[in-house]
């Protein structure tokens, strides 16, 4: 009997899910890439991520200057996100929507700020700082500004 427990015990450990499937998970190097340096294919994917930030910056830049000189409109779906990097390094900030599932990877350049409009809604907000790690979570219903600095 104490075995039959035990081995019931053993699995059911086994095929409980630690995370739920139906959240996108973000891993440090989880590019699909197979290379081993991982500082590599964040400045590679950073490089990208900026080349397509370049398109439409005139009009994403009016967008948020609307959104941060305006009241905020509850009926509004989108809002502004103004990201200061006080950092002397390039990083990426990630945000994965909590309740609506999106998923955004945006760039700032070291001792810089960049703008985006993103979707309003609750956020898991990470980043890589010069090696430090910047965890935050953030439920977005007015214009975020953010300053993330190394120290």
Partial sequence: MKRFLLLLTFLLFITCDVLPTNRPVYRPGSSGSNTSNPSHNERSEFAALMEKDKINKKHVNAEVLTYLLNDTDPAESHTAAVIENTSGCDIIVRMVGISN???????????????????????????????????????????????????
């Fill in 101 to 151: 599932n999106q998923i955004y990877n945006l760039p700032i350049s070291a001792h810089t700020k960049n703008q985006f409009v993103v979707q309003k809604g609750n956020y898991t907000v990470k980043s890589n700082i010069c090696g430090g790690n910047y965890y935050s979570q953030k439920y977005l219903t007015d214009p975020l500004i953010l300053k993330l600095s190394a120290n």
